[in-house]
């Protein structure tokens, strides 16, 4: 009953203990919100690149400068990053990797593998 | 539409729509990576051919069924006051559609067929 008294009445940010599932998790949402948000920007590269020769041309153009490697790292990140949270769900949906130690686990990997992979793709796919 | 991505249909729908994204996630990166098209004439075959043009225009169609779910969830989650909830869930569809649109004249114009 004395731990019940001293809860917090005000959730204080600095306060809350944010385990690294729940940063996944967080980075789950923020990856979601950030590709549909950026939708409209991927249809209009697209629309671009198809417009004709000289569209294709300025579409590569965009990408490969250093805005658009930056920016093409960060959606590669957000893909990789809800791509690998995506599949740890689904596997916890089916009762893989449930336990605590193992969710723990997987959570780091794909907190780590996600920016890995993310700098990967953008080297492979701007050269 | 609120009936229809609800509950444990939204749960589902999900789920299903998420395998087929990330199947065509891996295809495209693959495409990119292993052929990616040097020339436009390249790049516009390559989206004009029926079978590819049909997979982009379905997985657009599944990516913003999953992006009404998902941001169904989030803002469910985090703007509690009713009206501006279906505000912002009103604009967010709207923007939806008007992308469905836009990325199906993108591919039938790339097709020649619009």
């Known amino acids: 009953m004395a731990a ?16 690294v599932p729940a940063v996944m998790s967080i980075g789950h949402r923020i990856s979601g919100v950030l590709w549909i948000l950026l939708l409209p920007a991927m249809i209009f590269l697209v ?32 893909l990789m990053h809800h791509l690998l949270a995506g599949i740890r769900y ?38 | 539409m ?26 495209t990166l693959g495409y990119f990576l292993l052929s990616p098209p040097a020339t436009f004439e390249q790049w516009r075959a390559f989206v004009a051919h029926p ?14 069924l999953h992006a009404w ?9 985090y703007v509690p006051p009713l009206a501006l909830r279906l505000t912002l869930l009103s604009l967010f569809g709207l923007g939806f559609v008007a992308c469905g649109l836009w990325a199906l004249q993108v591919i039938l114009l790339a097709s020649g067929l619009a």
Do not use: C, Y
């Open chain 1, 47 to 78: 629309d671009l690149s198809l417009s004709g020769p000289q569209g294709f041309a300025r579409a590569g153009e965009l990408l490969g400068s250093v805005m658009g490697r930056l920016a093409a790292f960060l959606l590669l990140w957000a």
């Open chain 1, 90 to 127: 689904l596997a916890l949906d089916l009762d893989l990797g449930i336990e605590k130690q193992a969710a723990l686990a997987t959570a780091w990997w794909v907190m780590l593998a996600a920016p890995l992979l993310a700098a990967g793709l953008t080297a492979g796919l701007l050269p």
């Open chain 2, 51 to 64: 079978v590819v043009g049909t997979l982009i225009l379905v997985t657009v169609a599944v990516v913003l």
């Open chain 2, 2 to 27: 609120s009936r229809t991505a609800s509950g444990f249909r939204a749960w589902i729908l999900q789920r299903i729509s998420a395998a087929w994204l990330g199947l065509f996630v891996l295809a």
């Open chain 1, 4 to 19: 019940n008294e001293k809860r917090p009445v005000h959730l204080n940010l600095l306060q809350i203990r944010f385990p």
């Open chain 2, 69 to 77: 779910v998902g941001i169904r969830d989030v803002l469910i989650d």
